[in-house]
């Protein structure tokens, strides 16, 4: 029997590693170029979703596609993974808004707001896929990115969204300015409702509880929300089901800790994959 056990996992192997990444340019707006990993299904059908991959601050976007190879196979799923250049998008988890201590930027000719629905319609025409939404994982700063996407774009064609381990969270206040906060960044109630009524998941790992780790946003309004990552994040959960049940309005989040995960994107992702793929 070993040898067949030995051919069956060379087989398996041999599936999961056919599914090829690739690269392309993203030049179809009017700002600096971004590079942009995929890879896609064998058979692209009516039924195939696009999910979505936002990188750390290492920016390692085709590492977190290649993460997500084995998570999706069998799956019918495109994964996309932009990956933002220091160089033109180095605040790109405040979606080119401000600094991480809130301070405007000059040039807000760079912003975010609708990138990810501009990459959508780009691979949508590019591949013939035809499914009308998409849904997006973030880890770290691509976590920051993702909820703060959620919250300044006017996309709706988001059906679901995972956040795992930012290092601190634009708070719902506003009294607070952005990025710890939406004063002044015009988040109307109807945008929180749709907000709200998405499939949401914050993700974070129970060991992701270090105040002194060298990656955690040490400003004072970013340690006003929690000493650690794990803290910050359910603070944020905590504060997002308050704001829900004080506004009446239907909440469909779920809050998870990961056990055994520090501010580690493999372990993450693989709950993030959980919820995001849990129907495909």
């Known amino acids: 029997m070993r040898p067949l056990i030995l051919v069956i996992l060379l087989l398996v192997h041999t599936n999961i590693a056919s599914r090829e990444v690739q690269s392309t340019i993203f030049a179809y707006w009017d700002k600096p170029d971004i590079e942009v990993f995929y890879s896609l299904p064998d058979i692209i059908d009516k039924n195939t ?16 596609i290649q993460t997500w190879l084995p998570l999706s196979s069998g799956r019918n799923v495109a994964l996309i ?29 760079n912003d975010l707001d609708e990138s990810l629905g501009l990459l959508f319609d780009f691979f949508s025409i590019k591949f013939n896929l035809t499914n009308p939404s998409f849904r997006i994982y973030g880890h770290s700063g691509g976590s920051q990115f993702v909820h703060r996407y959620l919250l300044l774009s006017q996309e709706t064609r988001i059906d679901k969204a995972a956040m795992a381990n930012a290092g601190f969270y634009t708070f719902l206040n506003d009294r607070i300015g952005f990025p710890f906060g939406i004063k002044g960044m015009g988040v109307s109630e109807e945008r929180l409702r749709w907000v709200f009524s998405l499939k949401g998941a914050i993700l974070l790992g129970s060991q992701d509880s270090d105040s002194k780790h060298p990656g955690l946003p040490s400003m004072r309004k970013a340690r006003k929300q929690g000493k650690h990552r794990l803290e910050r994040g359910t603070n944020f959960f905590d504060d997002l089901v308050s704001i829900g049940s004080n506004k009446r309005m239907p909440f469909r989040w779920r809050y998870q800790v990961v056990a055994g995960v520090a501010h580690n994107n493999q372990g993450m992702s693989k709950a993030a994959a959980e919820f995001i793929l849990e129907d495909l």
Request: proline share 2%; glycine share 6%.
């Open 81 to 109: 993974a932009p990956k933002f250049s220091k160089e033109f998008y180095n605040e790109y988890a405040y979606l080119m808004k401000t600094n991480k201590n809130g301070k405007l930027l000059s040039d807000q000719s």
């Open 49 to 64: 979703k696009v999910v979505f991959l936002i990188h750390g601050g290492k920016r390692a976007a085709e590492q977190t």
